[in-house]
């Protein structure tokens, strides 16, 4: 069984830097993408960025593009989000998300993924 957990959320200033980290246990091969998503209060849950671990492939939306950064520890099952250069907008719940995926495109469409984390609140100040 698949699951996830995230970490790392918190309160921040606009400008400022944060680190989630999700830990995917039960991977069974690299027949996954793995993906960041968030929602807020009124919001649908968006894309955040996504990286497919059979090519190291990754996706970012013209929203984060450039100030966040997904990258994984294959030996520990560690997913990171580097996110830099907040802004108030950011502010959502992020979650972790995984997805049986076997072929080397990325997907990154929410409503695709099957395993979720419960979510780390990202608030940021202005």
């Known amino acids: 069984q698949v699951q996830v957990v995230e970490s790392g959320g918190g309160l921040v200033q606009a400008g400022g830097s944060l680190r989630l980290s999700c830990t995917a246990s039960?991977?069974?091969?690299?027949?996954?993408?793995l993906g960041w998503f968030r929602q807020a209060p009124g919001k649908e849950r968006e894309a955040i960025s996504c990286?497919?671990?059979?090519?190291?492939?990754?996706y970012y939306p013209d929203t984060v593009k450039g100030r966040f950064t997904i990258s994984r520890d294959s030996a520990k099952n560690t997913l990171t989000l580097q996110m830099n250069a907040l802004e108030p907008e950011d502010t959502a719940m992020y979650y972790c998300?995984?997805?049986?995926?076997?072929?080397?495109?990325?997907?990154?469409?929410?409503?695709?993924?099957?395993?979720w984390g419960q979510g780390t609140q990202v608030t940021v100040s202005s």
């Open positions: 998300a995984a997805l049986e995926w076997s072929w080397l495109i990325v997907q990154c469409n929410p409503e695709e993924y099957k395993y």
């Open positions: 039960g991977l069974t091969s690299n027949d996954y993408n």
């Open positions: 990286i497919n671990l059979k090519n190291d492939n990754t």
